[in-house]
């Protein structure tokens, strides 16, 4: 389902905006490091974020309504959080006359809030919501459950308009794009780890999930021009005292300015300006905060922030073509159901 809506629906969960240096420098003031401890350095005397980090988070990315005026969780909704997270993990058999499919215990969300005990991973506005869209933003809709007809191209993750052809499927499906790996990251089902690798004048991104890489220059060096789209966009980074900034435009319009959630396209990806950084908090912490700018989807500014924790497996090859056997089965299921209406018609 394709639609221009001039609010988000309440459910959605939201990425970072910013329109003015003002809401930059109030949002993303100069993180604290733990107390104590010393960043540890490159060779060239940056701090080094090398390493495998992970990003799963039980933290919801909007504030709950029910903890509207509240910032901070407190010990007990912490627990009450954690306990929620364990009971999902449970493998318990499919309803009465269900096959039964993915169920909860096959996630890998994680057990733990963000590390700043937030109500919401969106830091600004200040209530921790997501602020309406902008007046015709384009707001596309698909469904785990349902095909949803609607208008090409798909730009949410999974779900699809019909089993007519790849292209009318979400581009998670497709395998061109994982459902977490953005940009801007953001937690999800399974998969929710990067690496980080570092020199002094390039950093690369690896996700674990559809193994989409970045490669970051570092020297300078312009953007692509505009003439030039790509799928993770074009990014370059600089440093900014100890935090790593990295500066993404010219992304596709095949893509949304942001996909909250996995089956929801909010705006056209080739509006948007995103700022990511990166910041060594702790031995074992990665602060995460992104910034986008897209006027043409969002009426006003909203960041997100991510305590990512340093991961202790490595990342592992998520083969996602060779062995993308649902796109297969949706599209034969699709040629078979037209087999049958044809013979059907035929009698």
């Not at 900014?240 to 893509?255: A, C, I, M, P, S």
């Amino acid at each position: 389902m394709t639609s221009r809506h001039p609010f988000a629906s309440p459910c959605l969960v939201a990425a970072t905006l910013l329109v003015t240096p003002h809401v930059a420098t109030e949002a993303l003031a100069q993180p604290e490091t733990t107390p104590g401890w010393t960043v540890p350095r490159m060779a060239d005397g940056r701090p080094d974020l090398t390493g495998v980090w992970d990003f799963r988070s039980i933290t919801p990315l909007e504030r709950p309504e029910e903890l509207a005026d509240r910032a901070e969780l407190t010990e007990e909704d912490e627990a009450a959080l954690v306990e929620r997270a364990l009971d999902r993990q449970i493998d318990r058999a499919p309803p009465p006359g269900q096959v039964g499919g993915y169920n909860q215990f096959w996630m890998d969300r994680g057990i733990e809030v963000n590390e700043n005990r937030r109500t919401s991973l969106i830091v600004d506005p200040p209530d921790g919501r997501l602020p309406p869209l902008a007046e015709g933003a384009i707001h596309q809709q698909g469904s785990l459950l349902e095909d949803i007809p609607g208008e090409l191209p798909v730009r949410y993750r999974a779900g699809g308009l019909n089993a007519d052809g790849p292209e009318h499927r979400g581009l998670a499906e497709r395998c061109l794009l994982g459902f977490n790996v953005g940009p801007p990251m953001r937690p999800g089902g399974y998969n929710n780890n990067m690496q980080l690798f570092q020199t002094s004048d390039q950093v690369t991104i690896l996700q674990e999930m559809v193994h989409d890489f970045r490669v970051i220059p570092l020297d300078g060096r312009p953007h692509l021009p505009e003439h030039m789209p790509q799928w993770l966009g074009s990014s370059r980074g600089r440093w900014e005292g100890d935090t790593l900034v990295v500066e993404t435009t010219n992304f596709t319009d095949k893509t949304p300015a942001y996909d909250p959630n996995g089956v929801t396209g909010l705006g056209v990806g080739a509006n948007m300006h995103l700022v990511e950084r990166f910041t060594r908090t702790a031995d074992d912490i990665l602060l995460y905060e992104y910034t986008l700018t897209e006027p043409e989807t969002f009426t006003r500014p909203f960041t997100v922030a991510i305590h990512m924790r340093r991961g202790e497996a490595p990342i592992f090859e998520y083969a996602c073509h060779e062995g993308n056997y649902g796109m297969f089965d949706i599209l034969a299921g699709g040629r078979h159901q037209e087999r049958e209406a044809e013979a059907g018609g035929s009698r």
